[in-house]
Nanobody
Framework: QVQLVESGGGLVQAGGSLRLSCAASRSIFSINDMAWHRQAPGKQRELVAYITRGGSTNYTDSVKGRFAIYRDNAKNTVYLRMNSLKPEDTAVYYC?????????WGQGTQVTVSS
């Protein structure tokens, strides 16, 4: 079973930046579209961004122009670069496929943006 381990979250002030990383236990990114999802307290999980096997990317409207998803297949890692962070970006961030069937969910990484 593939394990996904997210890291890179933290506490940052509004306007700041973070880079999230998602490492897989084995090589999967070259054969799977991958995505970053997030879940804020009391809200449903939301698809934030995804990257296809061919390298095309797509973002939810609220993060367009601020976030960038990219991957390094050789390192079995997918990244999410987040700039101009806003308090409403506060959530636990997870990587996984963009749509079901999902891989086993990792523990996520907490991003907290203070105003």
């Amino acid at each position: 079973q593939v394990q996904l381990v997210e890291s890179g979250g933290g506490l940052v002030q509004a306007g700041g930046s973070l880079r999230l990383s998602c490492a897989a236990s084995r090589s999967i990114f070259s054969i799977n579209d991958m995505a970053w999802h997030r879940q804020a307290p009391g809200k449903q999980r939301e698809l934030v961004a995804y990257i296809t096997r061919g390298g095309s990317t797509n973002y939810t409207d609220s993060v367009k122009g601020r976030f960038a998803i990219y991957r390094d297949n050789a390192k079995n890692t997918v990244y999410l670069r987040m700039n101009s962070l806003k308090p409403e970006d506060t959530a636990v961030y997870y990587c996984n496929r963009p749509t079901p069937p999902f891989l086993y969910w990792g523990q996520g990484t907490q991003v907290t943006v203070s105003s």
